[in-house]
């Protein structure tokens, strides 16, 4: 029997490290660093997710035929060139930063080496560059049920591009244009995430929650700030902006990334005087989150609409950053001719792994597609043999219950609060079923209990519907698949006053839709729900406490211990208070 070609992805040197093995083809794991250094998104090296990676498929590195990373120093560069000489940034310490990552990325067949404790003579695979972009495109088509489609990678910026369209069919995929730094609709959902007061790294979700509870009366001047640069494309005014004369400040003490301030005092001159992190929210805060959001959209509709028309395709496949955007992303059918939507879990730049991986066995191999993402579980599991073992040894009263579903649905219908811990973690920031903390949907006082007892984040972020997916259409409206809860729908009017828990202040439900098919146990617990209420969707929430998702039993443990939830249901063991 012929040896499996191994690739082994990874994103390193940036916010959510990541690592990611194929065999033949087929994704055989996929994980953050954060889930095992607990450090959430987690920058530099990803050693520890790359040892699981080659764990999980029982081989050494040696037995890896290629490695990639998401990274392309000299992308772009005479733009990038011309841009740093005329800006004087190679003399900015931002610029000295980047100088030394890009040589970490240039030794990273030394860097690989020295993270595994082997030689470098142990290294014989080829190595790869993938251009940043492109990796987000590999990741959102070339694992997409579609034979073609259009594709669009859209973020903060990467290997000096902030947007890239782009046509697949079959291998490969079609560059049709690009947007270059400084302009980037992500740097601006992020400069007026800080002017709000959010200034911890991958906070632009907390304010697309906070948007819900304003009116976009300031659009007009978000229109003047990225303006339309007439072909269906945008430009930054520079003006409201720092990164394009001071560099984007990126620091990861700790292994936590941290990105500089990139809006200008400009900015104060419209919307005034910034807010601090410890201060009031006030509607205006509100309104301005609001016509931020608007604004994105505007211009995230405006480059589909070309997009189509270049491709004259009904299939759509979204990666980036602002891919995460699950508002925009449940009005792309409403608001374009795209009929069908595919974007993978891992959207940010976690997936750029996924992405590299996929670009390496398609496009540079030539190999066949075979693969499609129908899920998300591709990262630690545990026998129950270890399961019970960490819980006896952290002394917790459990039972091996014989329908742990059924069980775990008794004390969601009683109000209870269930951690649920189960098969393989998922790969991507979203809990899917398998790490999760789940409520009950019906108690509108869930949310606060959620937020007193275990989570302690801000009141106005949603929690998540997980729905049976023969049920979706009968709750939401205008509603498609949405297994890895990246789409926003309208609750049906009918159907607000019963799931008020997992209802958002305009009405809206961040959808995830279970399948019986992708997650069996979790599609029962559901189920056994809506048995004992009538109701076939459960609250849920990511299983950690302002930390990564739980990765292992003692993690879960740990957060169970130290919050308040009701129960923990780790494989068919029970724990309880």
Not at 188 to 198: A, H, R
Not at 239 to 255: A, I, Q
Request: hydrophobic share 40%; glycine share 8%.
């Amino acid at each position: 029997m012929a040896k499996p070609t191994y690739i082994l992805g990874i994103n390193a040197y940036h916010g959510d490290a990541a690592a990611v093995l194929l065999g033949d083809g087929a994704v055989v794991a996929a994980v953050e660093e954060e889930r095992f250094n607990r450090v959430k998104h987690s920058a530099g090296f990803p050693g520890l997710a790359v040892r699981h990676c080659l764990e999980r498929a029982g081989i050494g590195i040696g037995e890896v035929d290629h490695v990639g990373i998401s990274r392309v120093p000299s992308a772009h560069l005479i733009n990038k060139i011309t841009f740093v000489l005329f800006n004087r940034l190679m003399f900015t310490q931002q610029g000295l930063d980047r100088l030394r990552s890009v040589d970490k990325i240039r030794n990273l067949k030394t860097v690989l080496a020295e993270s595994l404790a082997v030689p470098e003579s142990a290294l014989a695979m080829e190595f790869h560059n993938v251009e940043h972009h492109v990796a987000h495109m590999a990741s959102a088509f070339l694992v997409s049920p579609f034979e073609e489609a259009a594709v669009l990678s859209i973020d903060g910026f990467g290997d000096f591009c902030s947007t890239m369209l782009g046509r697949g069919r079959g291998g490969r995929i079609e560059k049709i244009d690009s947007i270059l730094f400084p302009h980037s609709l992500g740097l601006f959902y992020t400069s007026i995430t800080q002017y709000l007061g959010f200034v911890n790294y991958g906070d632009e979700g907390k304010v697309m929650g906070l948007a819900s509870y304003g009116e976009p009366r300031y659009l007009d001047q978000m229109m003047g700030i990225v303006r339309p640069d007439g072909k269906d494309g945008f430009q930054l005014d520079l003006d409201y902006f720092t990164h394009h004369s001071h560099g984007v400040e990126m620091t990861w003490e700790e292994g936590t990334p941290h990105i500089g301030r990139v809006y200008s005092n400009k900015l104060a001159e419209i919307f005034g005087t910034p807010r601090r992190a410890d201060e009031e929210i006030t509607q205006h805060h509100r309104d301005v989150a609001a016509s931020m959001q608007k604004c994105l959209e505007v211009h995230l509709f405006a480059l589909l609409a070309r997009l189509h028309r270049e491709t004259g395709s009904a299939h759509l496949c979204l990666a980036g950053g602002v891919a995460y955007n699950s508002v925009a992303n449940g009005l792309i059918r409403l608001k374009t001719p795209f009929r069908e939507i595919f974007v993978q879990p891992a959207a940010g730049d976690s997936g750029t792994a996924l992405g590299v991986a996929f670009h390496i066995w398609n496009t540079v191999l030539g190999r066949p597609r075979g693969y499609v993402m129908k899920d998300a579980y591709l990262g630690p599991e545990f026998s129950d043999s270890e399961i019970e073992a960490a819980v006896k040894s952290f002394g917790a009263s459990f039972e091996r219950c014989a329908d742990i579903e059924a069980r775990a649905a008794d004390l969601l219908a009683a109000g209870k609060i269930v951690g649920w811990f189960q098969g393989r973690m998922e790969f991507g920031p979203r809990a899917l079923g398998n790490r999760s903390i789940l409520a009950d949907p019906r108690q509108a006082e869930m949310k606060d209990r959620l937020n007193t007892r275990i989570k302690h984040r801000e009141s106005f972020r949603p929690f998540a519907p997980s729905v049976l997916e023969e049920y979706v259409d009968e709750y939401f409206e205008d509603s498609f698949p949405s297994p890895f809860m990246l789409m926003v729908f309208k609750v049906r009017p009918e159907k607000r006053a019963l799931i008020p828990a997992t209802r958002h202040i305009d009405n809206t439900g961040r959808v995830q839709s279970v399948s019986k098919e992708v997650n069996p146990r979790y599609w029962r617990l559901i189920d056994e729900f809506r048995k004992r209420t009538g109701i076939p969707l459960v609250l849920n929430t990511s299983f950690n406490e302002n930390e990564p998702i739980v990765a292992s039993p003692q993690d879960a443990l740990h957060c169970f211990a130290t919050t308040r939830m009701d129960a923990l249901a780790l494989g068919p063991f029970l724990v309880s208070r």
